[in-house]
């Protein structure tokens, strides 16, 4: 990029490559550099996404980012021929608590009125849903037939590329050490290379962005924890029709991914990050 760039995104992850594409899409012609010390596009926490996109949301703001996410990504491949990967697979919710259930309901009526299609599921009905779920002990559930979920790192990778289209810039390899700030704003950033002005910085390092942003006074409310996830080989009988599913009552979910499960858990007492060591 010859000229100094309107904006310098920081990070390379899914987060990194939805700005930059949001942005070339909301001012054609802006000036956007991504930069990212990693090799290529989502290789570091993207990788260990989820990817899960689901409407059951206890505010009406969350409700409409995730309905706003849904529209682009369903028909993100035929308007930039780029496939993020996208799975319109709908998500169980499974109670196994009277008071879980309780709450469930209570999201259900909340988004309902907003078009929200949800369904009461009984155990026999989940069993259909997920062939492998022991409804034993369930106290009941709730799907969401339009719920989805991506590969983020390929989505990630989709969103660079359509980014990209719009002429935003990728530069790899390269250590960010600070973000310049003068007269109260930003006004480009450190590399291990050298400096790189730019008129305005965003920062979507993920676990690393406190880092940035600690020496400027601002502390981000955010705490790296390690969680769980189990891969598994391909299974010749997943469902096609396979939903997410989410047991919030033990923290876990389990999804599709590339013909087999992805199992995730949250512990209890999770082990928090240092990032800095």
Not at 105 to 117: F, Q, S, T, Y
Not at 118 to 146: C, Y
């Amino acid at each position: 990029m010859a000229a100094k760039p309107d904006v310098i995104v920081v990070g390379g992850g899914i987060w990194g490559a939805s700005t930059a594409l949001h942005l070339v899409r909301s001012a054609p012609g802006l000036r956007v550099l991504v930069v990212d010390r990693g090799p290529a596009v989502a290789g570091e926490t993207t990788g260990q996404a989820a990817g899960q996109i689901g409407q059951l949301r206890a505010s009406q703001l969350m409700l409409r980012a995730v309905g706003s996410t849904l529209d682009l990504l369903d028909s993100f491949r035929e308007r930039t021929g780029h496939d993020p990967g996208f799975v319109r697979s709908g998500s169980l919710h499974v109670a196994f608590t009277a008071e879980r259930l309780a709450a469930l309901r209570a999201m259900a009526e909340r988004v309902r009125p907003l078009g929200v299609a949800v369904e009461e599921v009984d155990g026999d009905q989940a069993r259909r849903l997920v062939p492998l779920l022991d409804p034993a002990g369930m106290a009941g559930g709730v799907f969401l037939p339009g719920d989805a979920y991506v590969d983020a790192p390929k989505c990630a990778r989709a969103y660079a590329a359509a980014a990209a289209d719009g002429g935003a810039e990728f530069r790899f390899g390269t250590q960010v050490t600070a973000v310049r700030v003068a007269g109260g704003r930003a006004v480009g950033i450190d590399t291990a290379g050298g400096p790189l002005d730019a008129g305005a910085v965003v920062v979507t390092g993920g676990p690393w962005t406190a880092l940035l942003f600690a020496p400027l006074g601002f502390a981000v409310p955010v705490v790296p924890i390690r969680l769980q996830q189990m891969r598994t080989k391909p299974d010749p009988n997943l469902p096609a029709h396979h939903p997410v599913v989410r047991i919030p009552d033990a923290s876990c979910y389990l999804r599709p991914e590339q013909g087999g499960y992805l199992y995730g858990y949250i512990d209890p007492d999770p082990l928090a990050i240092d990032v800095a060591g």
